[in-house]
């Protein structure tokens, strides 16, 4: 099983995912467009046989169609996707395990908070986390808004509860490249975070877009604002350094929506 992270170059800028199974079957995860996924699919000599859609959103569904009437693929989503997503055919349950190759799995987790429809798909190699196609719930060095059905206490427990305890090494497979901007928004709350700084300096030498960087949990744990939520510098500068978790969460997400 392999993974590939796919730049669609959108005014969006979103990622999409192909998962590569070991029999040339292939599983795409949020395809925006199906030219995009197509040209993969053919240079990679790959057969597509299903979609999974990590929630609702039209940048997220935007290619179903156009896949389904070409390849005639099987749709998998959250049970609340159901008539919002095109051609879904079956409802991914939480906790699922979802046997890919013989020694690689998907384990379907309900994440909500971006919306009340949304799957992480954490894929696991025997038996070990490999890696975390999160959707719009984690970015790197952010997370998704919840402006668009969703809620931001929500959020909280998603981000706190299922991935936070993720180990270190897990690799963070987002939904959207927004690390520029993200990292910039934790140095402009936390100014001191000098992990956040050197990721800044390397990206004015790697293109982002290009995808070959993994970001890890851990990782995440020092750019994140999102999981650094003790964080004196964080907590002082939003005057919160006494307030629960969930309150520092929340006004980050304020924060981050008008910043
Ligand atoms: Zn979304």
Redesign the pocket.
């Known amino acids: 099983m392999k993974v590939h992270q796919i730049y669609t170059a959108s005014f969006m800028r979103n990622w999409n995912y192909i998962i590569e199974l070991n029999d040339s079957r292939a599983i795409v995860i949020d395809p925006l467009s199906d030219e995009l996924i197509n040209d993969f699919l053919d240079k990679n000599s790959l057969t597509l046989k299903t979609i999974i859609n990590t929630?609702e959103?039209f940048?997220?569904i935007q290619g179903n169609q156009a896949l389904i009437d070409q390849h005639g693929c099987d749709v998998w989503s959250h049970k609340n996707c159901v008539g919002k997503v095109p051609g879904l055919s079956r409802i991914l349950k939480t906790g699922e395990i979802i046997n890919l190759d013989l020694d690689s799995q998907i384990k379907v987790l309900d994440t909500p908070g971006?919306?009340f429809a949304h799957l992480s798909l954490l894929l696991l190699v025997k038996n070990t986390q490999l890696a975390i196609i999160a959707?719009?719930a984690l970015f790197n060095a952010g997370v998704?808004n919840c402006r668009?059905g969703g809620d931001p206490e929500t959020l909280y427990q998603t981000i706190s509860q299922q991935f936070c305890v993720l180990h270190d090494d897990v690799i963070v497979y987002p939904?959207h490249e927004y690390l520029e901007n993200n990292l910039k928004f934790t140095l402009s709350i936390e100014p001191d975070n000098s992990d956040a700084s050197d990721w800044l300096l390397n990206l004015q030498e790697q293109d982002p877009t290009i995808g070959s960087r993994h970001i890890t949990i851990g990782d995440e744990r020092k750019i994140n604002t999102f999981m650094r939520l003790d964080s004196l510098t964080i907590r002082s500068n939003l005057d919160l350094v006494d307030a629960s978790d969930k309150d520092v969460f929340v006004s980050l997400r304020m924060r981050r929506d008008s910043w």
């Open positions: 929630h959103h940048d997220h971006h919306t959707g719009d998704g668009n939904g």
